[in-house]
């Protein structure tokens, strides 16, 4: 298995612009998850999916965020308008069915917003 | 408000020692526990997991200890190996109610060699 799969690994884009992050879940996994890095606050837990359905979205930081899950094997997480606070690395994670379940990480995509 | 805290941002530890990282949390409703590690340019791993009606779980190497009634939670390594040299974080959920999964902001674990 090729493991959880994220697009680009790295993004670097101008204040005001539009950001897609792509995401790949692991094959028969329920539940995923996006999270952004930070030297501040950590790993930060933005929004996660249980069958493509948004559970629970309070970590979005800002109505600039908006997070989709089309069907069982795509996610993006776009960021429009960017701005440089934004710059952080974003992972995607997915896990089998649930809560307690080994989350996997992808690799990450680094953002720079200018 | 950090709910989930690893108080030390870094550790060092000599090769084949034991190396204790610990983690405190906030909210008595988290009931199950992880730790990951972290290697540079690389998403997290899982390392090992401890629900709450257990205090020790062990899988080889690595061992996590939970005290409820202290609200902490350690990992402990041994004996520590240079491989083992990452950023380890621990993270606390809540599987009941409102749904919880916040990470602490991790410990940069170096074992020298």
């Known amino acids: 298995d090729a493991g959880v799969i994220q697009s680009p690994r790295h993004e670097v884009t101008e204040m005001g612009q539009e950001v897609t992050l792509r995401c790949k879940p692991i094959?028969?996994?329920?539940?995923l998850f996006w999270y952004r890095q930070t030297m501040m606050r950590g790993l930060e837990l933005l929004i996660y999916?249980?069958?493509?359905?948004?559970?629970?979205d309070s970590g979005m930081p800002e109505d600039r965020f908006s997070a989709k899950m089309p069907n069982a094997s795509f996610s993006t997480l776009k960021i429009q308008p960017s701005e440089p606070r934004d710059s952080a690395v974003y992972f995607c994670?997915?896990?089998?069915?649930?809560?307690?379940?080994?989350?996997?990480f992808g690799p990450g995509t680094r953002l720079t917003v200018l | 408000d950090q709910q989930v805290k690893q108080n030390s941002p870094s550790l060092s530890v000599q090769e084949g020692r034991i190396s204790i990282l610990n983690c405190d949390y906030t909210?008595?409703?988290?009931?199950?526990f992880l730790w990951y590690k972290k290697y540079p340019a690389e998403g997290p791993t899982f390392l090992i997991s401890?629900?709450?009606?257990?205090d020790k779980n062990e899988d080889g190497r690595f061992t996590v200890f939970l005290n409820k009634s202290a609200k902490h939670l350690s990992l402990h390594i041994v004996p520590s190996q240079p491989g083992d040299s990452a950023v380890y974080f621990c993270?606390?959920?809540?599987?009941?109610?409102?749904?919880?999964?916040?990470f602490g902001t991790g410990t940069r674990l170096k074992v020298l060699a």
């Open positions: 401890i629900s709450s009606i257990k």
């Open positions: 909210n008595s409703m988290f009931d199950y």
């Open positions: 094959s028969g996994h329920n539940s």
């Open positions: 999916f249980n069958n493509n359905v948004p559970i629970d």
């Open positions: 994670a997915s896990s089998l069915i649930w809560i307690t379940d080994t989350q996997y």
């Open positions: 993270a606390a959920v809540r599987t009941s109610g409102t749904y919880k999964y916040i």
